[in-house]
């Protein structure tokens, strides 16, 4: 089993940075993909970024492109979600969660076995 804790949310104004950590234990995180999903009030969660194993594979939601930057510590078993130039309507509680299942990277939330709860960012405009 893996549990994953996120942190790092908080609240910003629309232009400013945060960075979001998702710490895991119980087991390492190295062969696993990770991603990063999020869900606003009322909305469908939806894909944001994701990594593969090593690193060498990254994809990202459309509407992140160029302003957040997915990256993992296989070391300190820690995926992070840096993102810049914030806007309102990235406004949602954002989600770690893992994909041990050695697949190529995916955006789909359902491949995703393990799930951090959360942690809330809101941009203010």
């Known amino acids: 089993q893996v549990q994953l804790v996120e942190s790092g949310g908080g609240l910003v104004q629309a232009g400013g940075s945060l960075r979001l950590f998702c710490a895991a234990s119980?087991?390492?995180?190295?062969?696993?993909?990770m991603g990063w999903f999020r869900q606003a009030p009322g909305k469908e969660r939806e894909f944001v970024a994701a990594?593969?194993?090593?690193?060498?594979?990254?994809y990202y939601a459309d509407s992140v492109k160029g302003r957040f930057t997915i990256s993992r510590d296989n070391a300190k078993n820690t995926v992070y979600l840096q993102m810049n130039s914030l806007k309102p309507e990235d406004t949602a509680v954002y989600y770690c969660?893992?994909?041990?299942?050695?697949?190529?990277?995916?955006?789909?939330?359902?491949?995703?076995?393990?799930w951090g709860q959360g942690t809330q960012v809101t941009v203010s405009s």
């Open positions: 969660a893992a994909d041990p299942s050695l697949g190529p990277i995916t955006s789909r939330s359902t491949d995703y076995d393990y």
């Open positions: 990594i593969s194993s090593t690193g060498g594979r990254i």
């Open positions: 119980g087991r390492t995180i190295s062969r696993s993909a």
